[in-house]
């Protein structure tokens, strides 16, 4: 299983970015999958997730600013991200699976003020 997160960069407080995840190994409508982020010193936290059957969930820091989803063709996940600010700075990975878990590389999204 192979997940491959691109899309991170340095944009201005205000700005967007949209992350991808493409997935091989794993077929992402089946499974539950979802982009987690981390900065140094903290926990890796849960930003959205969707489920095989399409159900979203957000963090309540991200909600109404960022959206989560699927491309079945493509097997690929997005995250859209508007409205960043710069407390949204820090790693974001791609994760896939509940049982067996998979995890991406990690892209750095840097949010200036």
């Known amino acids: 299983v192979q997940l491959v997160e691109s899309g991170g960069g340095l944009v201005q407080a205000g700005g967007s970015l949209r992350l991808s995840c493409a997935a091989s190994?794993?077929?992402?409508?089946?499974?539950?999958m979802g982009w987690y982020r981390q900065v140094p010193g903290k926990q890796r936290e849960l930003v959205a997730s969707?489920?095989?059957?399409?159900?979203?969930k957000y963090a309540d820091s991200v909600l109404g600013r960022f959206t989560i989803s699927r491309d079945n063709v493509r097997n690929t996940i997005y995250l859209q991200m508007n409205s960043l600010k710069p407390e949204d700075t820090a790693v974001y990975y791609c994760n896939a699976g509940v049982i067996d878990v998979y995890w991406g590389q990690g892209t750095q999204v840097a949010v200036s003020s």
């Open positions: 969707i489920s095989s059957g399409g159900r979203t």
């Open positions: 190994g794993i077929i992402a409508s089946v499974n539950t």
